[in-house]
């Protein structure tokens, strides 16, 4: 699986993805440390890329204008890894859907998508 990080995630995050087999750059490497989170899901969605952010407002928008798939992680950044390597498993099956939006916390997940 391919997944673009959003500047709001931290290092860990990147290391237990690719850790686990997967494809991952950020924002920042992909030169558009100041996009705004249209242009960052568009481009997310052109590459067949899941987006991974903190941000809770970018995700409430996506929900309500479903481009691409998306993962929202509502933890303390320091804790960011740990709860999406905890529901990895099962976030990676939700992400076979076209146009998903996750949400990950300590307590499980949340799918929202145009199929459920």
């Not at 705004?36 to 970018?58: G, P, T």
């Amino acid at each position: 699986m391919r997944f673009f990080l959003d500047n709001d995630v931290p290092a860990s995050v990147r290391a237990m993805l690719q850790r686990n087999g997967h494809e991952v750059w950020s924002a920042y490497e992909a030169g558009l440390a100041e996009a705004d989170d249209d242009d960052l899901s568009v481009y997310a969605a052109k590459r067949k890329s899941v987006l991974v952010s903190l941000d809770a407002q970018f995700m409430q928008r996506r929900r309500t204008n479903a481009i691409g798939r998306h993962i929202r992680l509502r933890c303390p950044e320091p804790d960011a890894a740990t709860v999406l390597a905890g529901h990895l498993k099962e976030v990676l099956e939700y992400l076979e859907r076209d146009h998903v939006t996750i949400t990950v916390s300590r307590d499980g997940i949340k799918a929202h998508s145009g199929w459920a």
